[in-house]
């Protein structure tokens, strides 16, 4: 195994620990968009430069989650 096969694994693992971003899929709109990823196990929020709406990555789960507004008829 090469250094770069090692590397390509690392990143695989852990998205953004090496290259300082990912790709991830906005959960409002489905754009596909890369993100600065500044802590590969932490959770960071993002907004979406399409459509606006703010969602949340949590890259030690692998999990992407939306914000929504409450609105008048929700309170």
């Avoid at 999990?63 to 929504?68: D, P």
């Amino acid at each position: 195994m090469s250094f770069f096969d090692d590397l390509i694994n690392y990143e695989l693992s852990f998205p953004g620990a090496v290259s300082g971003s990912a790709e991830v899929e906005c959960p409002n709109c489905g754009e596909l968009l890369t993100v600065p990823v500044d802590d590969p196990m932490g959770t960071e929020s993002y907004q979406c430069c399409e459509c606006g709406g703010d969602f949340v990555v949590d890259w030690g789960e692998g999990a992407v989650s939306f914000f929504r507004e409450i609105g008048d008829s929700e309170q």
